[in-house]
């Protein structure tokens, strides 16, 4: 179901630079003050190909100067065509939360566009058309696809791993390290054994992990394409995807917590009032630097089970659970209706409007309620990947931020020029 096919990548030349040097975050986690360092670090930074120097100038451009600098840099050798196609094996070896080492492998290919409907590439979150109009001027002036999207597949098996570990250790192509100490390994796999995996995807629907902005305005411009005359096969078509088992060990999915910015923080005989039928126990704690072992030692032994955490500030934490099965219900969305909506009084619209921040590290919720910031910080189990699998294929999406992928995919290893598309 899935249409993945080997490509002919554009990458840097390693000996004109250090990859380390110019691989970037995606551009929807780059953060305004950190843009300055990513260009000041290399001049030839991807950030050139994503973001603007300065937020301020970022709905102005056309970005005509990333198709400038794509010129530039194939005309100089910086940036070389490969030869032949390949699917582009990458190994993020990387360290978890908890401090474990884990590894994910997963691979770079080619994608065949299809429309959400065709049941083929399937969405798990909404998406807003501001951030999908800025990518689609950018990809207009670039014709190339310079991020790539990040699709889950499922492979309980392990039946592809055995491959993309060969391709690793047989045909190395780079190595990198981020800033966050993520390591990269990058590896080519060609012939028969990446045509073993694209028969293997395709008997399989993708879900989109990150990227539904990205594979979204794709698709707008591919039936731009073919409304000014492309054909079928135009290279409009397909665009740069990452992806990767979503049960391998090194799969993380993180929880997304949330803080409670303006509504006073309930007292014990309020909570009790609003959320009848909820156990609730008490566990000492500090100043919160803490946070994610007493996640770990009495909220995770709950998966399964409508239960998360609640933190005042005041030195408790507060565990709510019940007894019976989550079964096909989201905990993201019992926790929206049952305690944003019914404890606190905020909607869908008050959400939207700010009354509630998204953290990624619980630490950093923690923080956001003892510097002032938050009356309430709201911690979760992340969700499983047979939900974001289940949700999808009925249909559904998940309410906003329920999902966390870890460690992102950076731009920079891989780009995919649709002049060169050919195979």
């Known amino acids: 179901m899935t249409d993945v096919r080997a490509f002919r990548a554009l990458r840097y030349d390693l000996d ?3 990859l380390s040097n110019v691989i970037v975050p995606p551009y929807d986690v780059v953060q305004p003050d950190e843009r300055a360092g990513f260009y000041d670090r290399d001049p030839h930074n991807a950030i050139r190909f994503e973001l603007e120097r300065d937020v301020a100038d970022d709905a102005s451009t056309d970005y005509a100067q990333v198709a400038q600098a794509l010129a530039q840099w194939r005309d100089s050798g910086v940036l070389v065509c490969d030869d032949a ?23 770079f290919s080619e994608l065949g566009l299809a429309a959400y409907s065709e ?15 800025d ?39 780079a190595t990198a390290r981020d800033d966050a100490g993520v390591e990269y390994q990058l590896a080519a796999l060609r012939g028969e054994q990446a045509e073993r995996v694209s028969r293997f995807l395709a008997g399989r629907p993708t879900v989109i992990a990150d990227g539904h902005h990205r594979y979204e305005t794709a698709l707008a411009y591919r039936d731009g394409q073919r409304a000014a005359g492309r054909g079928l096969d135009d290279p409009s078509a397909s665009t740069l995807a990452f992806l990767a088992n979503a049960y391998a060990e090194g799969s993380l999915l993180l929880a997304i917590h949330r803080v409670i910015r303006k509504v006073p923080a309930p007292t014990d005989a309020l909570w009790d009032e609003r959320l009848p039928g909820w156990d609730r126990t008490r566990v000492e704690m500090g100043d919160g630097s803490d946070i994610a072992a007493l996640i770990d030692e009495h909220l995770a ?24 099965s989550l079964g096909d219900r989201l905990m993201v969305s019992i926790l929206e209706e049952e305690v944003i909506g019914s404890v606190f009084g905020l909607d869908a619209e008050a959400i939207a409007d700010g009354a509630v921040t998204f953290k990624k590290r619980p630490e950093h919720a923690a923080r956001e309620v003892r510097t002032g910031d938050g009356t309430v910080a709201l911690y979760l189990n992340p969700v499983e990947p047979d939900d974001v699998f289940r949700v999808s294929a009925q249909g559904e999406v998940m309410p906003q931020k329920s999902t966390f992928f870890y460690p ?5 290893l891989v780009f995919r020029l649709h002049e060169d598309a050919g195979r």
């Open 16 to 18: 004109r630079v250090e």
């Open 85 to 107: 196609p390949a699917l582009y094996v990458m190994s993020q070896r990387f360290q978890a939360p908890s401090g474990a080492w884990l590894e994910r492998t997963g691979f």
């Open 119 to 133: 049941g083929k590439v399937l969405p798990h979150e909404r998406t807003l058309a501001g951030p999908k109009a």
């Open 135 to 173: 990518r689609l001027r950018l990809l207009s002036a670039a014709r190339a696809n310079l991020s790539s999207v990040f699709l889950l597949y499922e492979d309980r098996s392990q039946e592809l791993e055995p491959l993309l570990e060969a391709a690793i250790r047989n045909h190395p192509l």
């Open 301 to 324: 032994p709950l998966r399964g089970r409508p239960c998360f955490a609640a933190d005042d500030g005041s030195g408790a934490l507060r565990i709510f659970s019940r007894s019976e």
């Open 408 to 412: 992102k995919v950076p731009t920079g």
